[in-house]
């Protein structure tokens, strides 16, 4: 099979290019990435010369080069992961979420209808179902909740998705959803919670929870989701959405008191810093859909998950110290100056 990645130089396809390319000799795995902040090519350094393996830098907003691209190319499958991704930059910049997230997905559904690609799978996010009250632990998102989404990053995944059912239901293209939790892991970028937290605390630097640091979020190791990816594009049901997460709820509290913990920092480095607008409360993902359908099983808990996510940062201090040093630190002066 050949499959084309996008937004393989981020966090999530990154990932799922190193275990793929290792995993499926046989099958040519080709990552396309724009490189915006958030791409590294450092990345993918590991598997850049696998023989299955080849990068290309482009953009999924540009329809004459993703058209000419699927041309020459005859994918089999396409997995879209490339998306603007953070929250608190889609509430700084909307409109560039709704190019890349919605207008980009569009380009690229269009090139698999004309090109006649196999699957298109559309990487999307437990957020389009909104958020769930902190005090019904009784409560999941299974893949019938409706759509409810809260933030600029949110509403442009949902309509992601939209499309891509509509693009089944409407021209018959063989798409798959799959909606995941939280992730973390190795090669995240560290402006989101966990690596942020992390790469903070060594340096012995303030640690900025948002409002009382209540929220709950279900967290999920990277390669536990990259395997439900797998699985779905393998033996999914072609215009089907799956549910992916991991059962581990935690409040963003205890995530950072567990990394303070296990790096042996005090907990006087946390800060309460002004709370996120439109702060979704809780998510909890219902994965029964896929445990009984296609018989994914999670590989990691969180207590495992951490320890070895940590473990990675600490051996591999040269990858974030680049994002540190470079414009990463304005995002963070101006992002975190208002919070104060
Ligand atoms: P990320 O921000 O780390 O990576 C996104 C990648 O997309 C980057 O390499 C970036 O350069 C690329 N990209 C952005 N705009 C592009 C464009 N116009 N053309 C081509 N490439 C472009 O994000 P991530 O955390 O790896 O998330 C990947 C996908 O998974 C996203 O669609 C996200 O919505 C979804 N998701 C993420 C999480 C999570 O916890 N991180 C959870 C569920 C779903
Ligand atoms: P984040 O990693 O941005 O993921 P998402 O908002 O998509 O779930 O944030 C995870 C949680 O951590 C969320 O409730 C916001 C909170 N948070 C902080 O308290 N401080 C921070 O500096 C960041 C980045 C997030």
Redesign the pocket.
Known sequence: MKILV?????????NYAIVMTERYPEDEIVV?????Y???LETLAGIQDRPNFRFIK????DRAFIFDLFEKENFDVVI???????VDRSIENPGIFL???VM?VQVLLDACRKYGVGRYHQ????EVYGDLPLDRPDLLFTEETPIHTSSPYSAS?ASADLLTLAYHRTFGLPVTVS??????GPY??PE?LIPLMISRALADESLPVYGEGLNVRDWLYVTD?CNAIDLIVRKGRVGEVYNIGGHNERTNLEVVKTILKQLGKPESLIHFVKDRPGHDLRYAMDPTKIETELGWKPEYDFDTGIRKTIEWYLENKDWWQHILNGEYREYYDRMYKERQ
Do not use: M, P, Q
């Open positions: 996008t937004g393989g130089a981020g966090f999530i396809g990154g396309l990435d724009a490189l915006t958030a791409g590294n482009g953009d999924i907003r879209n992961f490339a998306a603007e991704s953070h190019e890349t997230n980009g990487v999307s996010t437990d995944k909606r995941c939790s939280n992730n973390y995240h970028f989101k989701h």
